[in-house]
T-cell receptor, first 117, second 113 residues
Framework: AQTVTQSQPEMSVQEAETVTLSCTYDTSENNYYLFWYKQPPSRQMILVIR??????QNATENRFSVNFQKAAKSFSLKISDSQLGDTAMYFC??????????????FGAGTRLTVKP | NAGVTQTPKFQVLKTGQSMTLQCAQD?????MSWYRQDPGMGLRLIHYSVGAGITDQGEVPNGYNVSRSTTEDFPLRLLSAAPSQTSVYFC????????????FGPGTRLTVT
């Protein structure tokens, strides 16, 4: 079974600075998808960024970018110019390529990020 | 579009009681899932469905039942609640295309005493 590990339970960063959240995963699959979800205090799960394993280019979404190292099974999230609204739990998630009866997304334990003014 | 809706938002049960958590989506998504979120453990998949009439077990299915009679609805049933089922429950849906993005409901906080 696939496992996802987030080794940083809590992190903090000063407003306007850059922070990197770590994620590693374990799989024998070659085709899969990786995600970072944000969960603010409202509890709503919000997709931040997505990476397809077959793409070598790292995904970016505005201030959010990833460093995807397929051989190392590493998928870190970099947040640039941190804002107070970035304060949230961040979850790394893995899903192997979907078969006819597969919809199994695995999550890490999460990293609680606090952005300080 | 309302997206994914869940009811109720909060619920308190006594041990042994049964209840159904409701989930509905209006995006015509084929895939739907139920997760539970516990402190320090992230989200864990309980059951999922890849279409009406088709359901499968996830990582932690014991104590829960599901059915999928329509594309829109995917209720989660607790047959005999236990304190270990105290958790926040999320329903999610996704399109069968290649984006794989899951759209989450607002969650239900369940306490079993």
């Amino acid at each position: 079974a696939q496992t996802v590990t987030q080794s940083q339970p809590e992190m903090s960063v000063q407003e306007a600075e850059t922070v990197t959240l770590s994620c590693t995963y374990d799989t024998s699959e070659n085709n899969y998808y990786l995600f970072w979800y944000k969960q603010p205090p409202s509890r709503q799960m919000i997709l931040v960024i997505r990476q397809e394993a077959y793409k070598q280019q790292n995904a970016t979404e505005n201030r959010f970018s990833v460093n995807f190292q397929k051989a190392a099974k590493s998928f870190s999230l970099k947040i640039s110019d941190s804002q107070l609204g970035d304060t949230a739990m961040y979850f790394c998630a893995f899903m192997k390529q979907r078969g006819r009866r597969n919809n199994d997304m695995r999550f890490g334990a999460g990293t609680r990020l606090t952005v300080k003014p | 579009n309302a997206g994914v809706t869940q009811t109720p938002k909060f619920q308190v049960l006594k041990t042994g009681q049964s209840m159904t958590l409701q989930c509905a989506q209006d995006m015509n998504h084929e895939y739907m899932s139920w997760y539970r979120q516990d402190p320090g453990m992230g989200l864990r998949l309980i059951h999922y469905s890849v279409g009406a009439g088709i359901t499968d077990q996830g990582e932690v299915p014991n104590g829960y039942n599901v059915s999928r009679s329509t594309t829109e609805d995917f209720p989660l049933r607790l047959l005999s609640a236990a304190p270990s089922q105290t958790s926040v429950y999320f329903c999610a849906s996704s399109y069968s295309g290649q984006s794989y993005e899951q759209y989450f409901g607002p969650g239900t906080r369940l306490t079993v005493t």
